[in-house]
């Protein structure tokens, strides 16, 4: 969807390199959720993200959204094969009826 | 707890032919969503229940139906299969929370039409 922006749309990096996923929306986010892909699978939840500001950490994943709550980043350290995969964010853009917009996606390749 | 369940895994249709996609959860949501998943489009929703009951229009519903059949099933109907409706299917479910848009997926349905 051209209301969430997501940048970059692939990305190949070699193991053990740092790396950044971006998600831009020019309307206020009611709520930033980041998903997980892989080929041939579901949507696999990472972190929710809804305070201007915000901050959260699994393992070696970060995601931050902005103090105006328009834009999200995703920060993987030390990446591994594992982290391969089609990164989603999600936001609501509406207040009403609980829909979620999705940016295109980032295809992350991470070369051994 | 099987959480989002669907079915079928892949189908193969040919243009015109009917069929229909299950999807189920055993969250006690009230929301229900179906989404289609295209190449460098990401996921855009087709319809979606708030709440059981209900059922309203997404973004692309054009050749699709569904049926709210109660608060745990919520199904995706493709009456006359077109070659532009191949693509993956995913349900997904949500709690009402006042303030969380949370979703739940499920695994997706993979549909070739020809």
């Known amino acids: 969807s051209q209301e969430l922006e997501q940048s970059p749309q692939s990305l190949i990096v070699q193991e053990g390199k740092n790396l950044t996923i971006n998600c831009t929306s020019s309307?206020?986010?009611?709520?930033l959720y980041w998903y997980k892909q892989k080929y041939g699978e579901g949507l696999i939840f990472l972190m929710m993200?809804?305070?201007?500001?915000e901050e959260k950490s699994h393992e070696k994943i970060t995601a931050k959204l902005d103090e105006k709550k328009q834009q999200s980043s995703l920060h993987i350290t030390a990446s591994q094969p594992s982290h391969a995969g089609i990164y989603l964010c999600?936001?609501?853009?509406?207040?009403?009826?609980?829909?979620?917009?999705f940016g295109s996606g980032t295809q992350l390749t991470v070369l051994p | 707890n099987a959480g989002v369940t669907q079915t079928p895994k892949f189908q193969v249709l040919k243009t015109g032919q009917s069929m229909t996609l299950q999807c189920a959860q055993d969250?006690?949501?009230?929301?229900m969503y179906w989404y289609r998943q295209d190449p460098g489009m990401g996921l855009r929703l087709i319809y979606y229940?708030?709440?059981?009951?209900?059922?309203d229009k997404g973004e692309v519903p054009n050749g699709y139906n569904v049926s709210r059949l109660n608060k745990r099933e919520f199904s995706l109907r493709l009456e006359s299969a077109a070659p532009s409706q191949t693509s993956v299917y995913f349900c997904?479910?949500?709690?009402?929370?006042?303030?969380?848009?949370?979703?739940?997926f499920g695994p997706g349905t993979r549909l070739t039409v020809t």
């Open positions: 969250m006690n949501h009230n929301s």
């Open positions: 999600g936001a609501g853009l509406t207040g009403s009826a609980r829909q979620l917009t």
């Open positions: 997904a479910s949500n709690r009402n929370w006042d303030s969380s848009y949370e979703q739940y």
């Open positions: 229940s708030a709440s059981e009951g209900t059922t």
């Open positions: 309307k206020t986010l009611y709520g």
């Open positions: 993200l809804q305070k201007g500001g």
